[in-house]
């Protein structure tokens, strides 16, 4: 017997067609960010893409990981979450902006072999990798939840806070991304944003998907310890 039924020629079919899929969710992400002028449509389409991707990860086969479903799939979280999204990721553009400036108005100002300028630049680094790992964040919260902007916004900033071998980990899983791909220019156009997509959103995943199981237990022991009406009176 053996542990594949398919046998090395279907496995290596089921990942060409893994990576088929991938290539198209990255076609699909760049005309979802570009329907939105990139302003508006570069998180919807961040957050679709991503929403699709865990479901392709997770193995869904037959019609549900065909071409025609995965844009359908695509195309239906992308119009359902469009405003809520984009909504989300304007802190993120509000706080990229931001940053920018501030970088922009240092150099203009200070020396560049000036002692602050080395110290601002340090921590206008740090600040933009903690923006970066929220936004990662907030993509994958919206892919799982349907919660209040305000709600995503606290979460994502603090949950690389309070999970920072997460945090790690997903800066460590872009930075071999940027890696892969400063070294094969060619992945880019194929690949550029659904493999960060794919990644970003397993390492967050996995982060939430541990604080659900924790969750669940203690809501069952709440809810059992609670009296019931009778008992109460």
Do not use: K
């Not at 601002?120 to 349907?146: D, N, P």
């Amino acid at each position: 017997m053996t542990d594949v039924p398919l046998g090395w020629a279907g496995r290596v079919m089921m990942w060409l067609g893994f990576a088929t899929r991938l290539v198209l969710v990255n076609v699909l992400f760049v005309a979802g960010a570009l329907a939105g002028l990139v302003l508006f449509g570069l998180f919807p389409a961040a957050v679709a893409a991503t929403t699709v991707l865990a479901r392709l990860r997770l193995g869904d086969a037959g019609d549900n990981s065909s071409s025609d479903h995965v844009v359908r799939d695509f195309i239906r979280v992308y119009r359902a979450q469009f405003w809520h999204t984009s909504r989300v990721g304007s802190i993120f553009w509000l706080a990229g902006v931001v940053l920018f400036l501030n970088v922009l108005t240092a150099a203009r100002t200070t020396a560049a072999a000036s002692p602050v300028y080395a110290v601002f630049l340090v921590l206008a680094a740090l600040a933009g990798v903690g923006t970066l790992a929220a936004a990662a964040a907030a993509v994958a919260l919206c892919s799982r939840y349907r919660d209040s902007v305000v709600s995503i916004w606290r979460t994502a900033f603090v949950l690389p806070l309070v999970s920072p071998l997460m945090g790690l980990s997903l800066l460590a899983t872009l930075a071999a991304a940027v890696v892969v791909f400063a070294a094969l220019p060619v992945l880019v156009p194929l690949v550029g944003a659904s493999l960060p997509l794919l990644l970003s959103g397993w390492v967050v995943g996995r982060r939430l998907a541990v604080l659900e199981t924790a969750e669940t237990p203690a809501a069952a022991h709440s809810a059992s310890a609670r009296p019931t009406a009778p008992a109460a009176a």
